[in-house]
């Protein structure tokens, strides 16, 4: 007898067994790629043994290259603030880890917090730690002017990553210690405090070697967009085999100068900041982003004095020379700066690429020079600082069209550019060698097909080791370094990055072949033209937690705030947030407040047009309310919590219910 169904039978969801044979069945291959092929060390050799920890690269650095200059700092007039040869950091670093035994008492594994400006006393003091098997945690130094939010944060790490010592300079100590600084956190509350310009002069009497190189190197901290902080551990093992993907990818010899302009506490700036040049031996040009608010012509004057062939940046920095430096480009070119020399800009990021801020910053500057194909962006996440980053001689990044609506239902669907409801998306670089990437269905685990939207699961010996402390829930967060698929490949281990994404087949790549062993300059050579082949392109979508749900559908905040920018030029910023069930949109207004009113309705339809949804709340505020960390990024978080607490001191406040 055949029953019909009755209303109120529950169906069995499609299982993701049963999505893998569809995906078969269609010949539709699965999502998975893999950087190219790091190459075998022998594990056992003097050499490979080595170069297992970056404290050993920078003695065996200070001997053989001791006068090689591989740290420049510069000053906002664009003068050498500090530079240090591999002797002078290896020296000055030997007087640190004295300081910290004998004024400190530090003990092996003892983690210390470095609170310093960025610069090379930085770098000095992490390579100090890492001498007397200290574990070095850095801190961005409180803000003078905005202690009251900043201090608190810097406290807060200092606690939660067990530090029993702080190391810092006799500025930051000074302002620690200001009636100001006390009345936010008691300095009495502090652990230890030391002073690293108060250093002895003596040698270190015994360097310290850990005994295997899966042992903790450093931690890393960051505070994300939705306002939680999380320490990952990173092994000594895991920092070489980033250091080596880097070198690889983007061809870093002793020769190479490269010019960094970004924040160096945490992710792959840490990395680029403190541990790329000891590794690979080229010289950094250090360029600290407070000084380009300074000087917004600060860091392409100096890529283009210095003739730099590869330059790193954050989206706060493009954004300074976008819009500080439009009306100026003509009296640069006059300077005679030029920007021709570049080969690869990138800029680092832990988001989905911002298309519109690259390709104005590409128009702009290719007055001088700049490559169209010079700029890209980076990808990396808590679980993996470094996953994608545009290679030297990688083809530029390829851009697709897909459609809003599907994207919205978790689907990818590609379309013409043009065509309605079209978002254009940006590749993030490529993936560093050694580096496997697959896409999985974040609720069933399930592997998804290729160009279908998924969850970014990440393989690689460079993912941190797991994480420290997540400061909120951490149930959530138990698989995170150890996710197994539940088809295919179930053997297999994997981080899951909290960002979706997909994998999409894209046109042949150039290889390059050399050599990767940190004192090997016999591969100065440039391109060596490999089999050209097809490169799987890694497109991110956004992160699973900054997501909106609504109506059953996945909404990203950015696309929301993009319809929210387009629809009046005196719109500086905006974030969207919900509260309760409310869509909740902050716009801030560069004009007179009497235009706040019109800005309501069109906000409204825009976003109703545009996303089908009815805007619960518009919040008209002054310029510089929605708070952006230092990589750029809206806090939409501290955003959601400074409207409910009713500091936002608004403007105009419409509520649409």
Known sequence: MVRGRVAGDSVADVGPASVMVGNIVQGNRLASAQGRDMGVLDEDSDNAKKYQFISEILRWRAVSTSDHVIFTSLNAKGAVA???????????????????????????????????????DLICAFYGC?????????????????L??????????????????????????????????????????????????????????????????????????????????????????????????????????????IALCLDPYSGLGFALWCLSSIYSGHHSILIPPS???????????????????????????????????????????????????????????????????????SKLFSALGLSPRAVSTSFGCRVNTAICLQGASSPEPSTVYVDLRALRNDRVSLVERGSPHSLCLMESGKLL???????????????????????????????????????????????????RLVTGNTNEVYARTGYLGFLRRTESVQQSVISDIPGDTSAEADLVPGDSELHDAVFVVGALDEAILLRGMRYHPIDIENSVMRCHKKIAECAVFTWTNLLVVVVELDGSESEALDLVALVTSAVLE????????VVVVDPGVVPINSRGEKQRMHLRDGFLADQLDPIYVAYNM
């Open 82 to 120: 500090t530079s240090l040869s591999c002797s002078q950091l290896h020296k000055k670093a030997e007087r640190i880890g004295n300081l910290l035994l004998d004024r400190g008492r530090i003990n092996t594994g003892d983690h210390v917090a470095l609170i310093f400006p960025p610069g090379t």
């Open 610 to 617: 545009e996303h089908h949804l009815v805007v619960g709340v």
């Open 148 to 257: 009251q939010t900043t201090l608190p944060t810097v406290r807060m790490i200092v606690d939660v990553s067990k530090s029993v010592l702080v190391l810092t300079n006799q500025n930051i100590l000074k302002l620690l210690k200001t009636k100001e600084a006390n009345n936010v956190v008691d300095i009495k509350s502090w652990p230890t405090i030391l002073d690293m310009d108060d250093m002895p002069k003596k040698k270190l009497p015994v360097m310290y070697r850990a005994p295997t190189a899966e042992m903790l190197a450093y931690l890393d901290f960051s505070v994300s967009t939705t306002g939680m902080l999380a320490g990952i551990k990173m092994s000594h093992a895991a920092v070489t085999s980033l250091c080596r993907a880097m070198k690889l990818a983007c061809e870093l010899y002793p020769s190479r100068h």
């Open 130 to 146: 890492l001498y007397v098997g200290a574990v070095p945690v850095t801190i961005r130094p409180p803000h003078p002017q905005n």
């Open 291 to 361: 000084e380009v608010e300074a000087n917004p012509a600060l860091w392409l004057s100096a890529v283009s004095q210095s003739r730099v062939r590869d330059t790193f940046c954050s989206y706060g920095v493009m954004e300074l020379c976008t819009k500080g430096l439009g009306s100026s480009v003509h009296a640069l070119k006059a300077r005679g700066v030029s920007l021709a020399c570049v080969r690869t800009c990138v800029v680092v990021a832990e988001e989905r690429p911002r298309i519109a801020l690259t390709t104005s910053f």
């Open 433 to 483: 060698p050694g580096v496997k990437v697959i896409i999985a269905n974040p609720e069933t685990k399930g592997q998804c097909g290729d160009s279908h939207l998924g969850e970014i699961w990440v393989q690689s010996a460079h993912n941190a080791s797991g994480y420290f402390t997540i400061y909120g829930d951490e149930s959530d967060y138990a698989d995170h370094f150890n996710a």
